[in-house]
C-alpha cells in the first residue's frame, strides 16, 4: 500500500491530513473541504467502511499473479484531471486491481482501455491509453470521478458504503459546480448518485428524476446537461450493448452542451 505524502504522483494527502474513521468524520472533513486539493487529499485516507478497507488492503496485499511485481495503491481513489472541468465523467467504484492498484480510477483496466480511447477521440486526453500514474495521461476540460472511492467486493457496495461515501462526492460537484457545464454518467448507480449530488449542492434538479438509460440528456435550468451512458464494463463492451460509436456521440453530445470544441 501507498503511504500518504510518499511522492506517488496521484497523491495528494500528507502525512498530517486528518483521517475519517466513522461516518460522521466524513460530513465534516468533506463539508471543511475548501479545494478539490483537500477534497482528494482527505478522501484518499478515510477509513470510514470498514469491509471496504479489509477488501481494499487485503488486495493490495495479494496482488493478481500478473501485476505481482507491482506496488498497489490500496487506498480510496479520487476523481482527477482539469480542476476547471467542464465536462465530468462520473463512474462507481475503482476496480480492485485497476484504480485500487495504479492509484488512478480507469487506469490499469479494460474499462479504461475503452473510455480513454474515447476520450482521446473527442479531444478530451492527450493519450488514447492510461496505464500508470506515472504515463504522463493528461485530461482536458474534463474530470474523472466516482461516487464509491474504494474497490468493493464484486464490484458491489452495499447502501451503507454508499451513503458513507457521498458526501466526498457531493462536496466534490460542490466544488465543480462553476465551471461543470456537462455530466456524463456511466451507468445506473453513478445516475443516481449524481442526481442526488446535484440537488443537495443547488442545482435545479427536477422532483422526480429520469429512470436511467444510455444516451438520455437531461439538461437543468441554470446548470448542466447530465448524459447518461452504458458504463464501460467488460460486460457491456464484451457483448457490444456498448459500441464506442454509442461512446463517442455521448461525449460529442457533452462537448456541445459544456461548449467544448
Same mark, same amino acid.
Given at each position: 500500500?501507498?503511504?500518504?505524502?510518499?511522492?506517488?504522483?496521484?497523491?495528494?494527502?500528507? @502525512?498530517?491530513?486528518?483521517?475519517? %474513521?466513522?461516518?460522521?468524520?466524513?460530513?465534516?472533513?468533506?463539508?471543511?473541504?475548501?479545494?478539490?486539493?483537500?477534497?482528494?487529499?482527505?478522501?484518499?485516507?478515510?477509513?470510514?467502511?470498514?469491509?471496504?478497507?479489509?477488501?481494499?488492503?487485503?488486495?493490495?496485499?495479494?496482488?493478481?499473479?500478473?501485476?505481482?511485481?507491482?506496488?498497489?495503491?490500496?487506498?480510496?481513489?479520487?476523481?482527477?484531471?482539469?480542476?476547471?472541468?467542464?465536462?465530468?465523467?462520473?463512474?462507481?467504484?475503482?476496480?480492485? %486491481?485497476?484504480?485500487? @492498484?495504479?492509484?488512478?480510477?480507469?487506469?490499469?483496466?479494460?474499462?479504461?482501455?475503452?473510455?480513454?480511447?474515447?476520450?482521446?477521440?473527442?479531444?478530451l486526453a492527450t493519450q488514447p491509453t492510461s496505464t500508470?500514474?506515472?504515463?504522463?495521461?493528461?485530461?482536458?476540460?474534463?474530470?474523472?470521478?466516482?461516487?464509491?472511492?474504494?474497490?468493493?467486493?464484486?464490484?458491489?457496495?452495499?447502501?451503507?458504503? @454508499?451513503?458513507?461515501?457521498?458526501?466526498?462526492?457531493?462536496?466534490?460537484?460542490?466544488?465543480?459546480?462553476?465551471?461543470?457545464?456537462?455530466?456524463?454518467?456511466?451507468?445506473?448507480?453513478?445516475?443516481?448518485?449524481?442526481?442526488?449530488?446535484?440537488?443537495?449542492?443547488?442545482?435545479?434538479?427536477?422532483? @422526480?428524476?429520469?429512470?436511467?438509460? %444510455?444516451?438520455?440528456?437531461?439538461?437543468?435550468?441554470?446548470?448542466?446537461?447530465?448524459?447518461?451512458?452504458? %458504463?464501460?464494463?467488460?460486460?457491456?463492451?464484451?457483448?457490444?450493448?456498448?459500441?464506442?460509436?454509442?461512446?463517442?456521440?455521448?461525449?460529442?453530445?457533452?462537448?456541445?452542451?459544456?461548449?467544448?470544441?
Amino acid at each position: 500500500m501507498i503511504r500518504p505524502g510518499t511522492g506517488f504522483p496521484t497523491d495528494r494527502a500528507t @502525512r498530517t491530513t486528518p483521517v475519517a %474513521h466513522v461516518p460522521a468524520d466524513v460530513g465534516r472533513l468533506s463539508a471543511s473541504a475548501v479545494s478539490l486539493l483537500h477534497v482528494d487529499g482527505r478522501s484518499s485516507v478515510c477509513r470510514a467502511c470498514p469491509r471496504l478497507v479489509t477488501w481494499r488492503e487485503e488486495v493490495a496485499e495479494t496482488k493478481r499473479a500478473a501485476f505481482a511485481d507491482d506496488r498497489y495503491w490500496g487506498r480510496p481513489v479520487t476523481g482527477w484531471g482539469d480542476p476547471r472541468a467542464r465536462i465530468v465523467v462520473v463512474g462507481l467504484a475503482p476496480a480492485a %486491481h485497476g484504480g485500487n @492498484r495504479t492509484g488512478r480510477i480507469f487506469t490499469g483496466d479494460r474499462s479504461g482501455d475503452w473510455l480513454f480511447g474515447a476520450l482521446h477521440r473527442a479531444g478530451l486526453a492527450t493519450q488514447p491509453t492510461s496505464t500508470s500514474a506515472y504515463d504522463g495521461q493528461e485530461l482536458l476540460h474534463t474530470r474523472i470521478t466516482l461516487p464509491v472511492r474504494c474497490a468493493p467486493p464484486a464490484n458491489r457496495p452495499t447502501p451503507l458504503e @454508499r451513503d458513507t461515501c457521498a458526501p466526498w462526492f457531493r462536496r466534490e460537484v460542490e466544488l465543480l459546480r462553476p465551471t461543470a457545464r456537462a455530466y456524463v454518467v456511466l451507468g445506473g448507480f453513478g445516475w443516481a448518485s449524481t442526481w442526488s449530488a446535484l440537488r443537495a449542492t443547488g442545482s435545479a434538479v427536477p422532483d @422526480r428524476v429520469p429512470r436511467f438509460r %444510455h444516451g438520455l440528456e437531461v439538461p437543468l435550468d441554470g446548470g448542466p446537461t447530465v448524459l447518461g451512458c452504458y %458504463h464501460v464494463s467488460q460486460q457491456n463492451t464484451f457483448t457490444g450493448r456498448l459500441t464506442e460509436a454509442m461512446l463517442d456521440d455521448v461525449l460529442e453530445r457533452a462537448k456541445a452542451a459544456a461548449g467544448v470544441s
